[in-house]
């Protein structure tokens, strides 16, 4: 199996390269969201420290994770992504190390961190790489450690086909896994599920605890 998907890649290069002025402005913007503050708070009692943004594209979460006190690391296939999230944490002045690598790739020693962030990734990548992610993230997560997981909402592939058509959505044709609901809570072999919450808009939480 190849590391990631190629042509995934070269879509989001694409977005992030052409990104728009009120695209890079709301990126910016650091917009609170319930599902941001309860991961936060979720870390936060289970005395996390450092903290894994897996994809983390322009680095949203990297940056509000560490303006919380959080030591970060933070990895994503694409360079312009990383770039801009690099360029943004310089101007926020904020220590955070960034890694150009695909989410299956091991590139961190075993039990390296305290709790992994897996928003809006697990299911734009193929069930394959999903189990191989998985697989690599356990063994860099330590005993006890914690992951949340955000996935998109469950809809049929025409559902998103006619979404991804009227929004004229630039990554409309990246990959894209539903799950329902049962297999999201019964998908993450090796962690016990905590908590399973729903979020606006329909997006899906998962706080996880490693075996």
Known sequence: MDKFNKNDQRLWDNVFINAKPEWIQSWKSLQKTSYREDCIAFFKNEKVNKVLD???GVGIWSIQLAL????VTSTD???PAIAFAKNWSKEKELNIQFKVAPVAEKKFEDESFDGIIASLILDNISKEEMIK???VQ???LRKQGVM???FNPFMTKVQLDEIMRATN??????TSVMYTDDELKAGFEGFSLVNFKKYEHGLRGLFLKKE
Not at 68 to 71: A, N, P, W
Not at 169 to 174: A, E, F, G, R, S
């Open 138 to 140: 356990k063994r860099q």
């Open 148 to 150: 949340f997981a955000l």
């Open 169 to 174: 959505n630039p990554t409309k044709d990246i």
């Open 68 to 71: 919380e006190g959080f030591d």
């Open 133 to 135: 992610t998985l697989e």
């Open 54 to 56: 897996l994809g983390c």
């Open 77 to 79: 296939f694409s360079e």
